[in-house]
């Protein structure tokens, strides 16, 4: 690892926000440049930690809302208290804890936490972008992956392309099917080799030096470097004309107009999709082919969303750069997940994690290809197999975080049974909204598009770079749930009924409809408005009054803890269908009428009995109650007049209640006001 004095200032950098700026970090490294935070609860306040120590200046606190541009401040807490308690009933916040001197800051951290967050079960669009070589070979694994995706929460959309293509074709093919979605995907999964796109001009006389530093003369990893990030950028220009480069070591790096490989070194526009890629290929140093390799990862994923692969909340730094920034990276995130005392900086990363297991490990150290120094190499994960037991780790030194060489040390770690690496530390990665559920797409994807949002390191101009990539599944979370098992559904007496086999890890169980061609995952209710989270392992949907087949699911819900605080964790959905039949309100729907239907500002109900008095529920397609109307009186010919003042529109029911009898009408609502 060399440092490019003319690009890399260690810490002496602006760093500028929309709201607020912090005006030169002071030269410091790896674990004096962050403020290591965590987050406990407690009632409705979430309180913030950080290491206690003397200091002369303050901390200074800043937070805001998820998805929020700006950050604002809160307060300022003296140097000597290392605590802060929001008050203000927030359930999911980001913070920013900066520790300033007065002139400028010498460190800071950033948190998302949470008191009970309950997060939303449905995740978005997802494409897997497949390398057709597996069509036949893994047509079980993949099958699999996408019900367990569906699952999850994900619409999942499929394509597959051959290894051959040009990165251009592919992406032209991935745009297309996008804009023929009905839902925008947020994410790509690539699973295998597909097509490597490569760009830019990482040289001495280029863009920006690589961001290992290995210019010309010292290494030559110069020229383009492997680039997915262009698969998920659908509105930046990017150039095939203007680089003129073949100083690289090897051929790969060398691009020259019109060869393919394009021009850009940085992001030419923020990207859009968050992705990851699970590529085996040329990893000869493990016994397995890529196929095999590819299979394996799967299934364990497959075994880690099930809830029957668990991995130790704690985790390990190994850094080897005393001098330089970048374990910066472990210590920010790592506090996040497990906690500030389940973190360990004194622990060697194969010894450990082949004697017990870590979540979350990060490494670095003088680096090759294929080795780490002070870590280890390729091969030391291959004789792991089997042992090394590690869910996410984040690995930094020179050259392996040119992703695409022959056995490279970040893709060994997931063959040996990692479920995701970076080249965490160039740039700094940002991923701890994982300790709230997130999935770790989200924050490659903002790690990418990072410029000035969060501190970027400042380290050989490596932000916003075109090289930085997820090897993993980028739909992953930090924490499973074990699923309920052999759910029943069936369609009894006009109800639907549930039955199914309690988990050992859940606290409670949630039931939803869905709709997989809508992307509809919507909680069922019973009594139409109670809520579907029980205790129990039965349930009874009888506020559902057409007769056609439905998808039930049930997940298992536990409130999970971690450095952030505490979140609602959900399992996979255990998935059931059935042809329902309803019969129960036949007779009286036979008595009673509604009309005019559709139904506007007023109505009529008529078959009532002289003197009836009824109650009156409006229900939306669900069963929801959108409005109730008590103790009504029925005229001396049976029948009732309503206006009405309620502004749902579309298909929905009015249910008719008279003492122990009821009546579930079909109506369809025009915007009534």
Request: net charge neutral; with cysteine.
């Amino acid at each position: 690892m060399r440092n490019i004095k003319a690009t890399f200032k260690l810490l002496i950098c602006t760093l500028l926000t929309v709201n607020y700026s912090i005006s030169k970090l002071n030269a410091q490294v790896a674990k004096t440049q962050v403020v290591q935070v965590e987050a406990t609860t407690s009632g409705s306040t979430i309180s913030l930690k950080w290491p206690k120590e003397t200091y002369s200046g303050t901390f200074d606190i800043y937070a805001r809302n998820f998805g929020d541009v700006n950050f604002a401040k809160i307060t300022s807490v003296s140097g000597s208290t290392n605590t802060y308690d929001d008050k203000t009933g927030a359930t999911n916040k980001e913070f920013l804890v900066i520790k300033n001197n007065g002139t400028g800051a010498d460190a800071l951290g950033y948190i998302y936490a949470g008191n009970k967050y309950d997060a939303p079960i449905k995740k978005g669009g997802i494409v897997l972008l497949i390398d057709s070589s597996y069509i036949s070979a893994l047509s079980s694994e993949i099958a699999q992956l996408k019900q367990d995706l569906i699952a999850t929460g994900w619409q999942v959309n499929a394509m597959f392309v051959k290894r051959t293509s040009k990165p251009a074709a592919v992406k032209t093919k991935l745009k297309n099917l996008i804009e023929s979605l009905k839902l925008r995907p947020k994410t790509l999964y690539i699973i295998g080799h597909v097509p490597v796109p490569y760009s830019g001009y990482f040289s001495t006389n280029g863009d920006r030096p690589p961001p290992d530093g290995h210019i010309e003369g010292s290494g030559n990893h110069t020229g383009a470097w492997p680039a997915d990030c262009y698969y998920g950028d659908f509105e930046g220009f990017w150039t095939d004309y203007t680089v003129d480069c073949t100083t690289g070591g090897s051929s790969r790096f060398h691009n020259i107009p019109k060869d393919g490989k394009f021009d850009q070194s940085i992001i030419p526009n923020n990207i859009e999709l968050e992705i990851g890629r699970v590529d085996m290929f040329d990893m000869d140093n493990f016994s397995s082919n890529d196929t095999q390799m590819v299979r394996d990862y799967l299934n364990r994923v497959h075994s880690w969303r099930n809830g029957d692969v668990k991995f130790t909340k704690h985790a390990l730094i190994d850094n080897n750069f005393a001098g330089l920034n970048l374990a910066s990276t472990g210590y920010h995130n790592l506090p996040c997940f497990v906690g500030i005392d389940s973190v360990f900086d004194n622990r060697d990363y194969f010894t450990e994690q082949n004697k017990t297991s870590y979540l979350w490990s990060y490494g670095c150290g003088a680096g090759s290809y294929n080795s780490c120094n002070g870590i280890g190499t390729t091969p030391t994960f291959a004789a792991s197999s089997g042992s090394f037991s590690n869910g996410f780790t984040m690995l930094a030194g020179s050259f392996f975080g040119d992703w695409d060489s022959k056995n490279n040390l970040l893709r060994g770690a997931l063959a040996a049974g990692s479920l995701a690496s970076c080249w965490g530390g160039i740039p700094k990665w940002y991923l701890h909204h994982m300790g709230l559920g997130m999935n770790i797409g989200y924050g490659a994807k903002i790690t990418i598009n990072n410029y000035t949002e969060y501190f970027n390191g400042q380290f050989n101009g490596s932000w916003n770079g075109v090289f930085i990539a997820l090897m993993g599944d980028p739909s992953l979370t930090m924490n499973t749930v074990k699923p309920p098992t052999n759910l029943t559904v069936s369609s009894k007496n006009g109800t639907i009924q549930l039955n199914w086999n309690k988990s050992s890890e859940a606290e409670s169980y949630n039931i939803y409809r869905i709709d997989t061609s809508n992307y509809e995952i919507t909680l069922a209710r019973t009594k139409c408005g109670t809520s579907s989270n029980t205790t129990d392992t039965f349930f009874t949907d009888d506020c559902n009054w057409s007769s056609g087949n439905y998808i039930y699911g049930v997940t298992s819900v536990k409130l999970e803890t971690t450095g952030s605080g505490t979140y609602i964790n959900q399992s996979m959905l255990n998935m059931g269908s059935i042809n329902h039949v309803n019969q129960t309100n036949a007779i009286e729907l036979n008595k009673v009428t509604i009309s005019p239907n559709p139904i506007a500002n007023e109505f009529s109900i008529s078959g009532l009995k002289q003197g009836d008095v009824i109650d009156i529920e409006l229900l939306n397609n669900l069963g929801q109650e959108i409005a109730k109307y008590k103790n009504i009186k029925a005229n001396e010919i049976g029948s009732l007049n309503l206006s009405i003042n309620q502004l749902y529109n579309g298909l929905g029911f009015i249910k008719v209640n008279n003492g122990n009898k009821s009546s579930t009408i079909p109506v369809v609502f025009m915007n009534g006001k």
